[in-house]
């Protein structure tokens, strides 16, 4: 298992995988717009503190990941997916392991952020046995795909 950079002859393989405005909205929060773009992906990519990789399993793509330096000290885990094929294997928490540890090997992070929604689960319970922790939530101020969906903010430090 390994990350390898996301590079452009990448772009549509992630449009083609956010298939819905839910696993759009899920995945990119409010940065991206559905339907997904490779205009939209190369604007957001193309930013300098960005770090897009592609998650391998014995060289055969299973999922997408990126971290953004905030600050200094403070790195922020973004945009996880696991494609569906490789879903319930438990490789999930092995891609946002390798993926502190590349940002802490590129930059002085020594704590990670990131924001899940509080009826995912699934990825709630991945971050918290990495060591995240709720730090606050925050209730959508408006209806989301018709009902109200609830952003918690976790944090760590490595």
């Not at 996880?80 to 392991?97: E, N, P, T, W």
Request: hydrophobic share 40%; proline share 4%.
């Amino acid at each position: 298992m390994e990350l390898v950079p996301f590079k452009s002859i990448h772009y549509q393989d992630l449009v083609e995988w956010i298939s819905s405005p839910e696993l759009n909205y899920q995945w990119g929060g409010p940065v991206y717009d559905f339907p997904l773009t490779i205009e939209q992906i190369s604007n957001h990519c193309e930013q300098p503190d960005i770090f897009p990789f592609l998650f391998l399993i014995e060289g055969e793509v299973a999922g997408f990941i990126e971290f953004r330096r905030a600050s200094d000290t403070l790195c922020r885990v973004c945009r996880v997916l696991i494609l569906d094929r490789f879903k319930g294997r438990g490789i999930a928490k092995k891609m946002v392991s390798l993926l502190i540890e590349e940002a802490k090997a590129v930059t002085n992070c020594t704590e990670f952020s990131l924001c899940v929604f509080d009826h995912n689960e699934a990825a709630k319970s991945l971050y918290q046995s990495l060591g995240f922790q709720v730090v606050s939530l925050e209730k959508g101020s408006e209806k989301i795909f018709g009902r109200y969906w609830t952003a918690l903010e976790m944090k760590a430090q490595f």
